[in-house]
T-cell receptor, first 112, second 113 residues
Framework: AQSVTQPDIHITVSEGASLELRCNYSYGATPYLFWYVQSPGQGLQLLLKYFSGDTLVQGIKGFEAEFKRSQSSFNLRKPSVHWSDAAEYFCAVGGGDYKLSFGAGTTVTVRA | DTAVSQTPKYLVTQMGNDKSIKCEQNLGHDTMYWYKQDSKKFLKIMFSYNNKELIINETVPNRFSPKSPDKAHLNLHINSLELGDSAVYFC????????????FGSGTRLTVV
């Protein structure tokens, strides 16, 4: 069965500082990996996805993520955080079938 | 144009009532989903339809019944609502399987009182 662990429940970061959100997955074959962002009261928006190829993936809003097979990780990074990045972030894993499994989410707070 | 639209956005109802949530997508996707997000923000899949055929039916009470009249619409009907049904329900769609990711609607916040 596929699963995702996001070890950090809540992260606080200063505006302009860098951000890294951790994601570990469990899947028997090559996974399809995703990061979504959910702003308060909104639906989930896809930030980026990894299928194969280059293990460093660029997404929207200045985010990037790196797939490390040896560590079963897909961590999300942003070099300089803006106040508008305050949101809930979800990592998800799929196997090419119809089901995405989501992690429990990481809440990001940005302080001025 | 909203890609995946859900109605209503908010729903407050009494225990024991029956209610429906509607979802429509204009992306031409073949697959639609219902997810439930609980108070701790955890997202759990409930149902999925591919071209009007039910393909995922997780462990969900029989009081929940999805219906897909065509591949652009997926509705969720809930009978005999209980307090524990209070949550945010998200509709999503995808092109084929999950490999392209989902496009989500903005959610329906259901509150049962």
């Amino acid at each position: 069965a596929q699963s995702v662990t996001q070890p950090d429940i809540h992260i606080t970061v200063s505006e302009g500082a860098s951000l890294e959100l951790r994601c570990n997955y469990s899947y028997g074959a090559t996974p399809y990996l995703f990061w979504y962002v959910q702003s308060p009261g909104q639906g989930l928006q896809l930030l980026l996805k990894y299928f194969s190829g280059d293990t460093l993936v660029q997404g929207i809003k200045g985010f990037e993520a790196e797939f490390k097979r040896s560590q079963s990780s897909f961590n999300l990074r942003k070099p300089s955080v803006h106040w508008s990045d305050a949101a809930e972030y979800f990592c998800a894993v799929g196997g090419g079938d119809y089901k995405l499994s989501f992690g429990a989410g990481t809440t990001v707070t940005v302080r001025a | 144009d909203t890609a995946v639209s859900q109605t209503p956005k908010y729903l407050v109802t009494q225990m024991g009532n029956d209610k429906s949530i509607k979802c429509e997508q204009n992306l031409g996707h073949d697959t639609m989903y219902w997810y439930k997000q609980d108070s701790k923000k955890f997202l759990k899949i409930m149902f999925s339809y591919n071209n009007k055929e039910l393909i995922i039916n997780e462990t969900v009470p029989n009081r929940f019944s999805p219906k897909s009249p065509d591949k652009a619409h997926l509705n969720l009907h809930i009978n005999s609502l209980e307090l524990g049904d209070s949550a945010v329900y998200f509709c999503a769609s995808s092109r084929g399987g999950s490999d392209y990711g989902y496009t989500f609607g903005s959610g329906t916040r259901l509150t049962v009182v």
